[in-house]
């Protein structure tokens, strides 16, 4: 399951993740219908889903603040609001990788996506660079 965040909700987006993605694709509101859901919330939510992987632009609030967890995967995508239409393309890379090609190798990790690298951190925080 990926679970987009609210600064991705664009249809395309998530049509473009479906295109190739073999499970469900939801925005973070279908966890928690009729509210606002704040930043901090986000990690509860994630725990009440089967497994997800979490996508957003938000890096400033995710990358190296979030903790990881072996239920869940946190992949901020760092791209200007104006590009967030590169996010599908950008995780469909990133999957292709093999490192993360599996849910099994992303869980438990919190992962930063640029157009030149990939950084990530499990629960040691120590920090892995990719280039791509």
């Known amino acids: 399951m990926i679970v987009l965040d609210e600064n991705l909700n664009d249809h395309r987006i ?4 479906s295109a190739w993605f073999k499970g469900q ?32 632009i938000n890096v400033a609030d995710f990358w190296k603040k979030a903790q990881p967890h072996r239920s869940y995967c946190i992949i901020s995508v760092d791209v200007p609001e104006e590009r967030i239409h590169d996010v599908p393309k950008l995780l469909r890379r990133l999957f292709l990788l093999p490192d993360f090609k599996t849910k099994a190798l992303r869980l438990g990790k919190v992962i930063h996506v640029t157009q030149n690298h990939i950084d990530y951190y499990a629960s040691d925080r120590r920090i892995h660079s990719l280039l791509w």
């Open 14 to 17: 998530v049509d473009a993740i």
């Open 25 to 56: 694709v939801i925005l973070i509101t279908k966890l928690r219908i009729g509210s606002l859901i704040k930043d901090d919330a986000i990690p509860t939510l994630l725990h009440h889903a089967i497994q997800p992987t979490f996508v957003t």
